[in-house]
């Protein structure tokens, strides 16, 4: 039975409230956007737009921890190509958490209404600009294909692993 170092508390529980913000904002955004011209429609693009600014405060916590913390070293036994796979894939998740935001803020900046956090009026970051508005919101749809594409291979990974010699993979992220 193979010995496995788990990430630190504090790690283990960002990893799971990025992820919970993250499936939430997935069914919020593609949920509200088919939603007709109305108050429902704005109420949950506000919304989603508040959780999503949550989100990005997470992941600078996120990252400034990462910086200062090394994840744990990988004790099993894992070809090489899969490590650097799956390291690869960690890194471009913290560049598309913080890309993923920022397009949605342009985006809402440039559509012609107001970016709020929780009902507490942010600046905007443009004036109302069809072509802007169209470009940042391409952007947005096409990094949320990249962080499915990323979530797909995480996934692959881990569960290829979830048990190897004798103790469980997903050990490393629990947070207690
Ligand atoms: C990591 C955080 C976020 C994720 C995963 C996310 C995800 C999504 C998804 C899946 C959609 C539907 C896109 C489509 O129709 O193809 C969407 C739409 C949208 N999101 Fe986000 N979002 C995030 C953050 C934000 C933020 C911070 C804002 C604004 C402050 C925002 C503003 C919008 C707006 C305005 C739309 C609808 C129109 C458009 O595509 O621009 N999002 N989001
Ligand atoms: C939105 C979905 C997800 C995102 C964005 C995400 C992101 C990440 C990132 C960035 C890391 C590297 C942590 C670091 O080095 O700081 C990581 C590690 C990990 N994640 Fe996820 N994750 C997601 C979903 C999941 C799910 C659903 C599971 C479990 C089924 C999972 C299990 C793990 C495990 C076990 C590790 C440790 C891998 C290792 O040993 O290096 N993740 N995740």
Redesign the pocket.
């Known amino acids: 039975m193979s010995h496995l170092e788990k990430?630190t508390t504090v790690?283990s529980t960002l990893?799971w409230v990025?992820?919970i913000l993250?499936?939430v904002l997935f069914g919020l955004g593609w949920f509200m956007t088919d939603l007709p011209p109305g108050p429902d429609r704005g109420f949950y693009f506000a919304t989603h737009k508040s959780i999503g600014i949550t989100l990005f405060v997470v992941m600078v916590f996120r990252l400034a921890w990462?910086l200062f913390n090394r994840?744990p070293p990988?004790e099993l036994d894992v070809a090489n190509w899969k490590i650097l796979l799956?390291k690869n894939v960690?890194y471009t998740?913290?560049i598309l958490?913080f890309v993923q935001p920022l397009t949605g803020y342009f985006s809402s900046s440039f559509s012609g209404y107001d970016t709020s956090f929780y009902g507490y009026p942010l600046p905007t970051w443009g004036w109302k600009h069809e072509s802007f508005n169209t470009f940042f919101s391409a952007a947005h749809s096409l990094c949320s294909m990249a962080?499915l594409i990323?979530?797909t291979l995480?996934?692959a990974g881990?569960?290829s692993h979830v048990y190897q010699e004798g103790v469980s993979?997903?050990d490393?992220?629990k947070p207690w």
């Open positions: 990430y790690a990893h990025v992820v993250v499936c990462r994840p990988l799956a960690h998740f913290y958490l962080i990323c979530v995480h996934l881990v569960i993979f997903l490393r992220m």
